[in-house]
């Protein structure tokens, strides 16, 4: 028998090679367990099926024009969605299918005749070569934007690079769906008859693209699942599978990598379980590096979950109300009455009750199934804390702050910052160890300091925010912002014919959006005064918390100065509250000429890490933690909070020295560190659960972890025996010399 004659074989995925979605089951493999569904194929198409439909020629011609006429993003994209199935001989022969929906009903699919002789030579991946081809091409020619691909788990787990390069290559959201069953059995074992293989590949690629459009939104963004017990249940349900391990581990050093799995396969050997609690699973920094974290532990096979409970409306104002008096930024009159302290509680505690203390809930005692480790994230979240040293004494208990907390009014007895904190440490103080960004001045003066530890707010590089883009995903995603901003009759923006200054943050009296209408306004006199022509726009945008609702407040406000103060600058300044989409941020960031985060108050701002990483400058005040993220006069600027004549003058400076522009931006592109992304953030809780997990609590009898004000980075290193290289980026480090304030 011939080689070309030999029967395909398809090794088994262990878990240390495997880059096919875990998640699956073990006996879907690669292996067709039918040669029905190809003879049934190539009976129908012996010589393959191209794509038919056609377009019109005129629109053709209108579109290609569009942008380069209009001097904007790019021509308006018909949106699609696409199924792929595939069914093998025993010759490694495959019939690919590619199916296309318009998200009513199928418009066309092809059919390909597809040798894969040669599939495993080299790390080819034959399938998706072809895959990605058709795509992109079929992309170009009916001038369309692919937005998810439903494709069978058997097909993931024989081409084992196509879901992440249609996410990364094309950001195209790949959805796997299990194969159609007719019917179980009382125990959930398949009956002998199945669907799935009475099926040709067209039907299977046209059933996959019908079941994916199911699982997205009117924004085209995936739909967000909360499931049972306000389980999270990241990227559609753990259905888009979007990376792999080596996509990864490519995103950081092998120090980082290294020290990261060492506490990773501790956890997996050991079996630990550990549970996050937060106050909403969308909108903010928390859940952003939430579905990051939970995305990237399911991928490393650690047992990692997430949790927010039912949500109330008047619960989640009082706990914004709380939100900003912490920060400073609250009316002076304004403070939390006890019934409203009662309200949160008792919203807490009953979320406790019904869905997490019940039998098989996070919150049992380890042994009847609940986690080894807790993390409370934030001030929504306390009173959980209570309730689980009550029945769990022995159980470690993290509290994570994500916020910028004026200590310093703290400090004063008759604030309205003592009040909040009185409540909310008589809580806290029960936890086992209390996490902070890496500024002291954000940690009150009651709490020991042998139990803070620092950590920084970190982003994910392989996502919608900070993947890289092709053009023409980028020109889809501006015509996305032109065309919100077309039907909210607001200021469309002319790039790239006009360049752009651009604040992305929340709608939020912390995010110093006054100063930024009050610098650009300066930047356009001084502009005009230097007869420069076509001067930029401005974009404030961002988008809207769950649990937060000042933005609309917040929003008008910010129209009422513009119409105010420079009612004649309104045609140029774009203020938009966005629909959730990650990949329309990371447009925006990216192809912005200068980035402002000109807060009041701020912790440590992910948004600018996001952009330096994309390569451009930001101009940020010294608040928080943004001088621990930005080289003054190296990768941007810093400025005093308020100060808009110093942010306009650095904007001058921006936009006409050139050779000052293009140093900073290769500095901020080459100088983001580790510590900042979704490996190095796993590193520090996967250490940290280790480790508590070994060691215990007071209540356990043994020793206790006691951080005493080091970056949990740090120590993580430490442990593994991983010191740092002399050509590592690493984030400032403060004096932690705590000040006693008066």
Same mark, same amino acid.
């Given at each position: 028998?011939?080689?070309?004659?030999?029967?395909?074989?398809?090794?088994?995925?262990?878990?240390?090679?495997?880059?096919?979605?875990?998640?699956?089951?073990?006996?879907?493999?690669?292996?067709?367990?039918?040669?029905?569904?190809?003879?049934?194929?190539?009976?129908?198409?012996?010589?393959?099926?191209?794509?038919?439909?056609?377009?019109?020629?005129?629109?053709?011609?209108?579109?290609?024009?569009?942008?380069?006429?209009?001097?904007?993003?790019?021509?308006?994209?018909?949106?699609?969605?696409?199924?792929?199935?595939?069914?093998?001989?025993?010759?490694?022969?495959?019939?690919?299918?590619?199916?296309?929906?318009?998200?009513?009903?199928?418009?066309?699919?092809?059919?390909?005749?597809?040798?894969?002789?040669?599939?495993?030579?080299?790390?080819?991946?034959?399938?998706?070569?072809?895959?990605?081809?058709?795509?992109?091409?079929?992309?170009?020619?009916?001038?369309?934007?692919?937005?998810?691909?439903?494709?069978?788990?058997?097909?993931?787990?024989?081409?084992?690079?196509?879901?992440?390069?249609?996410?990364?290559?094309?950001?195209?959201?790949?959805?796997?769906?299990?194969?159609?069953?007719?019917?179980?059995?009382?125990?959930?074992?398949?009956?002998?008859?199945?669907?799935?293989?009475?099926?040709?590949?067209?039907?299977?690629?046209?059933?996959?693209?019908?079941?994916?459009?199911?699982?997205?939104?009117?924004?085209?963004?995936?739909?967000?699942?909360?499931?049972?017990?306000?389980?999270?249940?990241?990227?559609?349900?753990?259905?888009?599978?979007?990376?792999?391990?080596?996509?990864?581990?490519?995103?950081?050093?092998?120090?980082?990598?290294?020290?990261?799995?060492?506490?990773?396969?501790?956890?997996?050997?050991?079996?630990?379980?550990?549970?996050?609690?937060?106050?909403?699973?969308?909108?903010?920094?928390?859940?952003?590096?939430?579905?990051?974290?939970?995305?990237?532990?399911?991928?490393?096979?650690?047992?990692?979950?997430?949790?927010?409970?039912?949500?109330?409306?008047?619960?989640?104002?009082?706990?914004?109300?709380?939100?900003?008096?912490?920060?400073?930024?609250?009316?002076?009159?304004?403070?939390?009455?006890?019934?409203?302290?009662?309200?949160?509680?008792?919203?807490?505690?009953?979320?406790?009750?019904?869905?997490?203390?019940?039998?098989?809930?996070?919150?049992?005692?380890?042994?009847?199934?609940?986690?080894?480790?807790?993390?409370?994230?934030?001030?929504?979240?306390?009173?959980?804390?209570?309730?689980?040293?009550?029945?769990?004494? /022995?159980? !470690?208990? @993290?509290?994570?702050?994500?916020? =910028?907390?004026?200590? *310093?009014?703290? &400090?004063?007895?008759?604030?309205? #910052?003592?009040?909040?904190?009185?409540?909310?440490?008589?809580?806290?103080?029960?936890?086992?160890?209390?996490?902070?960004?890496?500024?002291?001045?954000?940690?009150?003066?009651?709490?020991?300091?042998?139990?803070?530890?620092?950590?920084?707010?970190?982003?994910?590089?392989?996502?919608?925010?900070?993947?890289?883009?092709?053009?023409?995903?980028?020109?889809?995603?501006?015509?996305?912002?032109?065309?919100?901003?077309?039907?909210?009759?607001?200021?469309?923006?002319?790039?790239?014919?006009?360049?752009?200054?651009?604040?992305?943050?929340?709608?939020?009296?912390?995010?110093?959006?006054?100063?930024?209408?009050?610098?650009?306004?300066?930047?356009?006199?001084?502009?005009?005064?230097?007869?420069?022509? /076509?001067? !930029?726009? @401005?974009?404030?945008?961002?988008? =809207?918390?769950?649990? *937060?609702?000042? &933005?609309?407040?917040?929003?008008? #406000?910010?129209?009422?100065?513009?119409?105010?103060?420079?009612?004649?600058?309104?045609?140029?300044?774009?203020?938009?509250?966005?629909?959730?989409?990650?990949?329309?941020?990371?447009?925006?960031?990216?192809?912005?000429?200068?980035?402002?985060?000109?807060?009041?108050?701020?912790?440590?701002?992910?948004?600018?890490?996001?952009?330096?990483?994309?390569?451009?400058?930001?101009?940020?005040?010294?608040?928080?933690?943004?001088?621990?993220?930005?080289?003054?006069?190296?990768?941007?600027?810093?400025?005093?909070?308020?100060?808009?004549?110093?942010?306009?003058?650095?904007?001058?400076?921006?936009?006409?020295?050139?050779?000052?522009?293009?140093?900073?931006?290769?500095?901020?592109?080459?100088?983001?560190? /580790?510590?900042?992304?979704?490996?190095?953030?796993?590193?520090?809780?996967?250490?940290?659960?280790?480790?508590?997990?070994?060691?215990?609590?007071?209540?356990?009898?043994?020793?206790?972890?006691?951080?005493?004000?080091?970056?949990?980075?740090?120590?993580?290193?430490?442990?593994?025996?991983?010191?740092?290289?002399?050509?590592?980026?690493?984030?400032?480090?403060?004096?932690?010399?705590?000040?006693?304030?008066?």
């Amino acid at each position: 028998m011939s080689e070309q004659d030999q029967p395909l074989q398809r090794e088994e995925p262990t878990r240390q090679n495997d880059e096919s979605p875990s998640g699956l089951n073990a006996g879907q493999s690669g292996r067709p367990k039918s040669l029905r569904p190809f003879i049934l194929s190539i009976m129908a198409f012996k010589h393959g099926r191209k794509f038919s439909k056609t377009t019109s020629a005129h629109l053709e011609r209108r579109l290609s024009s569009a942008a380069e006429t209009e001097g904007r993003f790019g021509p308006a994209l018909t949106r699609l969605y696409l199924g792929i199935s595939a069914v093998f001989s025993n010759d490694q022969t495959a019939l690919i299918a590619l199916a296309i929906n318009d998200g009513i009903y199928l418009t066309d699919f092809s059919v390909k005749h597809l040798d894969l002789s040669d599939n495993q030579g080299f790390g080819r991946d034959a399938i998706a070569d072809y895959v990605l081809k058709e795509v992109k091409d079929y992309q170009h020619e009916k001038f369309a934007k692919f937005i998810g691909a439903g494709l069978p788990a058997t097909l993931a787990r024989v081409s084992k690079t196509l879901c992440s390069r249609l996410w990364l290559d094309l950001d195209i959201v790949p959805i796997i769906v299990l194969d159609e069953r007719e019917d179980e059995d009382e125990n959930g074992r398949k009956r002998e008859k199945d669907f799935w293989d009475l099926k040709r590949v067209d039907e299977q690629a046209d059933s996959m693209v019908r079941k994916c459009v199911m699982y997205f939104g009117p924004s085209q963004a995936p739909l967000l699942q909360v499931g049972f017990r306000g389980l999270v249940q990241t990227d559609v349900g753990f259905r888009a599978y979007l990376t792999t391990i080596q996509n990864y581990k490519d995103t950081c050093g092998a120090s980082t990598w290294e020290t990261m799995m060492t506490y990773a396969e501790k956890l997996r050997r050991d079996k630990t379980r550990i549970a996050f609690f937060s106050s909403t699973p969308q909108g903010g920094g928390v859940a952003l590096m939430r579905h990051a974290l939970v995305r990237f532990a399911r991928r490393i096979e650690v047992d990692l979950s997430w949790y927010v409970p039912k949500p109330l409306p008047t619960a989640l104002r009082i706990t914004k109300n709380i939100h900003n008096i912490l920060q400073g930024v609250s009316p002076p009159s304004q403070r939390i009455t006890a019934e409203e302290k009662k309200a949160v509680i008792h919203w807490i505690t009953e979320n406790a009750y019904r869905y997490w203390l019940s039998e098989s809930g996070p919150l049992r005692p380890a042994e009847e199934g609940g986690a080894h480790i807790i993390i409370i994230d934030d001030p929504q979240m306390p009173g959980l804390i209570p309730l689980i040293k009550r029945f769990t004494p /022995d159980r !470690p208990v @993290l509290y994570r702050s994500h916020i =910028q907390i004026r200590s *310093d009014l703290i &400090a004063k007895d008759s604030s309205a #910052q003592a009040d909040v904190w009185k409540f909310l440490w008589s809580n806290i103080q029960l936890a086992d160890m209390y996490i902070s960004h890496p500024i002291p001045e954000f940690v009150p003066h009651t709490v020991p300091r042998a139990k803070v530890a620092y950590m920084p707010a970190t982003t994910d590089w392989l996502d919608g925010l900070n993947k890289p883009l092709r053009d023409w995903d980028v020109g889809y995603y501006g015509n996305m912002y032109n065309a919100s901003c077309h039907a909210q009759k607001m200021t469309e923006l002319h790039w790239p014919a006009r360049k752009y200054i651009i604040q992305i943050a929340r709608f939020d009296p912390s995010k110093g959006i006054p100063t930024a209408i009050d610098s650009y306004a300066e930047f356009r006199r001084q502009c005009k005064v230097a007869d420069i022509e /076509d001067p !930029p726009q @401005l974009v404030l945008c961002g988008n =809207q918390s769950v649990d *937060d609702p000042d &933005a609309s407040i917040v929003y008008d #406000q910010t129209l009422d100065q513009i119409m105010s103060l420079c009612p004649e600058l309104m045609k140029d300044i774009s203020v938009m509250c966005l629909v959730p989409n990650d990949q329309l941020l990371n447009t925006l960031i990216s192809k912005a000429h200068v980035v402002l985060q000109l807060s009041t108050s701020e912790g440590f701002e992910v948004k600018v890490s996001e952009a330096l990483h994309a390569g451009r400058p930001v101009v940020a005040t010294k608040t928080g933690g943004l001088p621990l993220q930005i080289k003054d006069s190296v990768n941007g600027f810093l400025v005093e909070p308020g100060d808009w004549k110093a942010v306009a003058s650095h904007l001058m400076d921006l936009f006409t020295n050139n050779a000052l522009y293009e140093r900073m931006s290769y500095a901020a592109r080459t100088g983001v560190s /580790d510590e900042v992304g979704t490996v190095s953030n796993a590193l520090c809780w996967f250490y940290l659960a280790s480790k508590w997990r070994d060691i215990g609590t007071e209540e356990s009898g043994k020793a206790v972890l006691q951080p005493n004000e080091r970056w949990v980075y740090d120590m993580a290193r430490d442990e593994a025996n991983c010191p740092y290289s002399a050509d590592e980026e690493q984030l400032p480090r403060c004096s932690f010399e705590h000040k006693k304030i008066n």
